[in-house]
C-alpha cells in the first residue's frame, strides 16, 4: 500500500479538471498533505465539513501549527498542541500522520524539546518531523542522534527531495520564488519509522522532474514490502501539480502496479 497526493486539495486553475473541492480531490488521491495547519487552526464546522466529504479510505497529513513548530519551539505549548489535537479530532480516524516541519534554526542543541514534545503526544496517532539544520544532514553525530531518537519512539523522518526545483533554470517567477523558499538539502532516504513520508519537490520541466524521480522508483516498492510509504508531489506554480502526476504516474505504475490507473484528469496541455 503507497498513499500519494498533493501538497493542497484545491486551485483555481484545478476547477477546469473536475477539481474544485476536497470532495473531488479525494476521487483522484487518496491521501492531501494538509499545509493549512501551519499557519492557523481552522474551524470546527470547516472540520466537520472536510469529514462530510471524505470517506474513512482517505488520509489526512496535517502539520503542527507553526505557533508550536517555529515560535514555541516546541516548549511550552501543551495548550496549543490540546487545541490541535481537539479542533482536528472529528477527523481523528482519517489521520495519516501528524508532522512537525522544524525551521533550520531548530538545531541539535533542541533536540531534547524534540524529545519532550514527542514522548508527550497521544498514542493513538502517527508522527513525522522534517528537520532543515545542515548538521541534521552532515552524516556525523548530530544526525545520528536525530536517526535513533525518532528510531525509538517510531517516529518517521520526513524526507525532503528539493534537487529538482533547485536544477531547474529559474525562467518563472514561481521557480525563483520556490528556490528562495525551499530548503537545499541533501536528500537522506532513511526510514526510521513504518510510515516513510517523501516530498517530491517538483520544477516545471517535467522531463527533468521525471529523470530525478527515478530513484524512488526504486526506494518506494522496497519500503512497500515492510512499511507504508507516502508521497506527496509539488510544483514551484501549484497550478502544474496535476501535469506532474500525469507526468509520473506511468512510471509509478511500472513500479507500484498497486497505485491503479493515472487520475483521470484531462491532458494539461489544453488546460495551461
Not at 58 to 83: M, N, V, W, Y
Not at 85 to 108: E, H, K, V
Amino acid at each position: 500500500m503507497i498513499y500519494i497526493g498533493l501538497p493542497q486539495w484545491s486551485h483555481p486553475k484545478w476547477v477546469r479538471l473536475g477539481i474544485s473541492s476536497l470532495e473531488e480531490y479525494a476521487r483522484h488521491f487518496n491521501c492531501v498533505e494538509g499545509n493549512t495547519t501551519l499557519y492557523a487552526l481552522p474551524k470546527a464546522e470547516i472540520v466537520t465539513r472536510w469529514r462530510e466529504q471524505t470517506t474513512d479510505n482517505f488520509r489526512f497529513c496535517f502539520k503542527f501549527p507553526a505557533t508550536i513548530s517555529h515560535q514555541a519551539g516546541l516548549r511550552d505549548c501543551r495548550d496549543l498542541t490540546t487545541e490541535f489535537f481537539d479542533r482536528l479530532s472529528p477527523l481523528a480516524n482519517r489521520i495519516g500522520q501528524y508532522w512537525l516541519q522544524l525551521p533550520a534554526t531548530f538545531s541539535p542543541a533542541d533536540l531534547p524539546a524534540l524529545w519532550a514534545f514527542l514522548d508527550a503526544l497521544p498514542n493513538d496517532f502517527t508522527y513525522g518531523v522534517e528537520v532543515r539544520h545542515p548538521l541534521f544532514f552532515a552524516k556525523g553525530e548530530e544526525e545520528k542522534a536525530l536517526n535513533q531518537g525518532l528510531h525509538a519512539r517510531g517516529v518517521n523522518r520526513v524526507i525532503l527531495d528539493s534537487r529538482p526545483v533547485h536544477s531547474a533554470i529559474a525562467r518563472s517567477k514561481a521557480v525563483i520564488e520556490a528556490q528562495q523558499q525551499k530548503p537545499k538539502v541533501p536528500v537522506h532516504a532513511l526510514v526510521t519509522a513504518q510510515d516513510p513520508l517523501v516530498r517530491f519537490i517538483g520544477s516545471d520541466n517535467m522531463e527533468q522532474n521525471r529523470q530525478l524521480f527515478a530513484v524512488w522508483l526504486e526506494k518506494l516498492p522496497l519500503w512497500e514490502h515492510t512499511a507504508t510509504p507516502w508521497l506527496f508531489l509539488h510544483t514551484p506554480d501549484l497550478a502544474q501539480a496535476p501535469e506532474l502526476v500525469q507526468t509520473l504516474w506511468p512510471d509509478l505504475q511500472k513500479a507500484l502496479p498497486g497505485v491503479g490507473p493515472v487520475p483521470a484528469l484531462p491532458q494539461q496541455s489544453s488546460l495551461f
